[in-house]
């Protein structure tokens, strides 16, 4: 199975913040990576796919880069319904795996 | 708008059988992947796999315990999830769309293995 890596586990930060969440994956994936958001209680939405494509709905202050191993979520100027977790899965093959998620919190 | 909603029993016992639907409105079952996920409570996602066509890919770590199944005249998927241990306790999301990302999600159900 290909192993996800998120950087930092959590991460504190202020209203208009800019931020960025790194993935790193155990072997090249290409950019077969997703990038979603969980807030308490609820579903993950999907943020970002294929690295750095954002569906329709998704606000342009969220951004997705990378490719092969090394994929970053940057989002700038935090809201504050922006105060989640967040997860990347790949998909290049199965089993699709998420990494550990990554927890923003206000400071 | 494509929407997906869980059912199933929350409470299941131990050596029995995990089993939950999810009804999908706006979009037609047969044209897309449709996948169930898992959450353990306060910990991450596990994907459990995936159905298209009536073709499926499972999780090596579940597949002998795993069945997913459409259902095209009533718009659903399933899941079976035999001989289950407190180990599956866990909100179970159905979700689904392309073959790489999960574009829409259910709600999620928790279902508690306990006797």
């Known amino acids: 199975d290909i192993q996800m890596t998120q950087s930092p586990s959590s991460l504190s930060a202020s209203i208009g913040d800019r931020v960025t969440i790194s993935c790193r994956a155990s072997?090249?994936?290409?950019?077969?990576l997703n990038w979603f958001q969980q807030h308490p209680g609820k579903a993950p939405q999907l943020l970002i796919s294929a690295a750095s494509n954002l569906p329709s709905g998704v606000p342009s202050r969220f951004s997705g880069s990378g490719s092969g191993t090394d994929f970053a979520l940057t989002i700038d100027s935090l809201q504050p319904e922006d105060f989640a977790t967040y997860y990347c899965?790949?998909?290049?093959?199965?089993?699709?795996?998420f990494g550990q998620g990554t927890k923003l919190e206000i400071k | 708008q494509v929407q997906l909603q869980e059912s199933g029993p929350g409470l299941v016992k131990p050596s029995e059988t995990l089993s939950l639907n999810c009804s999908v409105s706006?979009?037609?079952?047969?044209?897309?992947?449709w996948s169930w996920i898992r959450q353990p409570p306060g910990k991450g996602l596990e994907w459990i796999g995936y159905i298209s066509s009536g073709s499926t890919n499972y999780n090596p770590s579940l597949q002998s315990r795993v069945t997913i199944s459409v259902d095209t005249s009533k718009n659903q998927f399933s899941l079976k999830l035999t001989s289950v241990t407190a180990a599956d306790t866990a909100v179970y999301y159905c979700?689904?769309?392309?073959?790489?990302?999960?574009?829409?999600w259910g709600q999620g159900v928790l279902v508690t293995v306990s006797s």
């Open positions: 979700a689904g769309r392309g073959r790489r990302q999960c574009d829409n």
């Open positions: 706006g979009v037609s079952i047969s044209n897309y992947y």
């Open positions: 072997q090249t994936i290409g950019g077969f």
């Open positions: 899965q790949q998909s290049f093959s199965t089993p699709y795996t």
